[in-house]
């Protein structure tokens, strides 16, 4: 069961004297917490000796908080494992590079994922954690680790992924056929031949398996835990991993499928955040799940790992918080309560100072916990509903990144792009896997979706019957095991599309293209070829402009019940957005609200269909503009006429009134 809109921060009880929390509770009570994360590095406080389990600090701390009615994540603290545990078992530290480098005790996720000893131990301490917690109704949900994010290369690892490897292909005939290996007598006679990508340029399909293999490695982990965690639980209680940002070492689809809620951790070390990258964020993880999302960590003010780490504005609390719910977050939490004494993140950002006193960034907090205090009913239950979708997938991402071609074409970039250009317009947009279920989607936007299957091409061309496909450039050029389709991009859908790509080419400079759209492409450009009569061109590349000159830039042709834009470069940000604009209006999809720039409008619906309108000014400067008749502001607690004035970085929470 997920509640509405939950407020808190980690909070490292073990870090301070007991008699202390008394004072740290009251303190996040007065800011409108209702949760805090605990547990999630404690290890050698709970587990002081193998098999020495104490747990009651952990019980009063966490009676002491319900007593506050401030609920409780608990993570398992797998991420850092005790000294005593990694010199008793060396093999369960990771082994770093494939040169063989093993890490040291004393940095954090620095295990083996696949070690039989490493994920015992993990087991025992999340078994012996839910045992004694999984009967607490004021412990909410668990969280297992923390931002998986290392991959090892010991002999373990190498032995699982080449028994993977013979898995996934059967026989090495088949492995060496799909990478072709003949190219530069790569082909391998035997299983154990096979080794980690170890080269700047490994073979693509190995290169693409090792990801897949780090991927199951990492599911299995959490499985471990998810399942340690399950046997003690109630059903309502809620699983968890706090994923990072656009990491990308493993296929977080994958993962999310075993749990039942998925978060994450947005930090921006300059203090500053483009809207349309956060709010792609936001919505790349609202897709992991098709749901709303936790924000399980946030920066109270600055971070302490950046190059220069530079502080949130006075006021800026807001529109932070407010852009992740309106996004699809149903909490926020801050990294962290309480500044520790020692350790490696001495200098971050946090509530409470070393002495116990409230920092500056305290008060903006409590602004935010008023909100959420005012705002929870109205928006209890609610969800977001997206009539436009953006295709994100980890495999094309690997592969497009793997080869670049030109330096520039950066996968998560070239998607923001074109998030930007639907987003920017107050239209509400998800960010699904290509493998999800496309009803309810008018419009859906394949960004460099290099990599094609018979079943996603067979998933795509039914959704172009009946919706619009945009596809970007480089989609349909590979198959699963990152090797090109023999037949000419984007593969099966040629007859569909009316064109295909006769040639590809990285850009010295920016191309200019026209027809019914004029812009520019900037980074890579594709010659697309006509292939059927009623293929309608929508621009060409211009004159002077070498093996382009003429030729179509974009193709679009029309289904039953929609259409199939073919968008062949890597166009600007103005070019694709006169493009979209054709695109969205012919499906009918309608902005939120109309704003003007820096003032976002964001909307959640509740079961019955009840709108809640999120409209955040993300300048500093007052703002202005129209509001839909009858509605009601819940966060100034009163009805708002024919135009809202918001001050800077203000947020309104409209409701019907
Ligand atoms: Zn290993």
Not at 88 to 96: G, N
Request: proline share 6%.
């Amino acid at each position: 069961m997920i509640r509405s809109l939950d407020f808190g921060a980690a909070y490292y009880p073990e870090h301070w004297p007991e008699p202390d929390w008394a004072r740290d509770i009251a303190q996040m009570q007065a800011a409108g917490f209702t949760v805090a994360r605990l547990g999630e590095f404690a290890w050698s406080t709970l587990e002081p000796a193998e098999g020495r389990y104490e747990f009651g600090w952990l019980d009063r701390a966490i009676d002491q908080l319900s007593a506050a009615g401030i609920a409780t994540v608990l993570g398992t603290p797998t991420a850092a494992p005790p000294a005593w545990l990694t010199q008793r078992y060396p093999s369960t530290l990771a082994t770093i590079d494939p040169q063989g480098h093993r890490d040291s005790h004393g940095a954090r996720c620095h295990y083996c994922v696949n070690d039989p000893i490493y994920l015992k131990q993990c087991a025992a301490i999340a078994s012996a954690m839910a045992a004694h917690f999984g009967g607490r109704s004021d412990v909410i949900g668990w969280q297992i680790d923390n931002e998986y994010n290392r991959v090892c290369y010991c002999p373990t690892c190498r032995a699982k992924f080449q028994a993977f490897l013979q898995t996934r292909f059967g026989d090495l005939d088949t492995l060496n056929r799909r990478w072709a290996t003949g190219y530069w007598s790569e082909t391998y006679s035997s299983w154990d031949q096979i080794a980690p990508p170890a080269h700047a340029v490994p073979n693509p399909g190995l290169a693409l398996a090792w990801r897949a293999f780090v991927t199951e490695s990492y599911r299995l982990f959490q499985l471990n835990q998810v399942e340690a965690i399950r046997a003690h639980v109630a059903p309502e209680v809620w699983i968890t991993h706090n994923f990072m940002k656009w990491f990308d070492a493993f296929d977080h689809y994958a993962l999310s499928q075993d749990l039942d809620l998925a978060s994450w951790d947005w930090y921006e070390p300059l203090g500053w955040h483009d809207r349309f990258t956060s709010g792609a964020m936001h919505a790349l993880v609202r897709g992991y799940k098709r749901r709303t999302f936790w924000l399980m960590e946030t920066q109270p003010g600055h971070v302490n790992w950046g190059r220069s780490n530079i502080d949130l504005q006075p006021g800026q609390a807001r529109p932070w918080a407010w852009h992740a719910i309106g996004h699809g977050a149903d909490a926020v939490l801050y990294w962290q309560w309480r500044m520790a004494l020692n350790g490696q993140e001495q200098m971050h950002g946090s509530l409470i100072d070393q002495s116990g006193q409230p920092r500056p960034f305290y008060a903006d907090a409590q602004a935010v916990g008023q909100d959420l205090a005012r705002a929870r009913s109205a928006l209890a239950g609610t969800t977001i509903a997206a009539r436009v979708a953006i295709l994100y997938d980890f495999p094309s991402r690997w592969m497009v990144e793997g080869q670049r071609h030109h330096g520039d074409f950066d996968y998560v970039q070239h998607l923001v792009r074109a998030y930007a250009a639907v987003a920017g317009r107050n239209i509400t947009v998800d960010v699904v896997s290509p493998d999800t279920d496309l009803a309810g989607y008018a419009v859906v936007i394949a960004p460099a979706l290099a990599a094609f299957t018979p079943e996603r091409i067979a998933r795509l061309a039914a959704f172009a019957q009946r919706g619009h496909l945009v596809l970007g450039p480089r989609t349909g050029t590979r198959d699963d095991a990152a090797a090109l389709w023999p037949e000419r991009a984007p593969a099966g859908l040629q007859d569909l599309a009316g064109c295909e790509v006769e040639e590809y080419f990285a850009l010295a400079e920016p191309v200019a293209v026209a027809g019914e759209i004029t812009g520019t492409a900037d980074v890579w450009a594709e010659r697309l070829r006509l292939r059927a009569g009623d293929a309608q061109v929508v621009a060409r590349y211009t004159a002077g402009n070498g093996w382009l000159a003429g030729h179509p830039a974009i193709v679009r042709r029309a289904t039953p019940a929609g259409s199939l834009t073919t968008l062949g470069a890597h166009f600007d940000g103005p070019t694709l957005s006169a493009v979209l604009e054709r695109i969205l209006a012919e499906a009918g999809v309608e902005p939120v609200l109309e704003t003007p720039a820096g003032v976002e409008a964001l909307r959640r619906v509740g079961p019955a269909g009840q709108e809640v309108l999120i409209v955040i000014n993300h300048t500093r400067e007052s703002q202005t503009l129209a509001t839909p008749p009858g509605r009601f502001d819940v966060l100034a607690g009163e009805p708002v006429g024919a135009s809202l004035s918001l001050s800077g970085y203000a947020v309104a929470v409209l409701v019907r009134a």
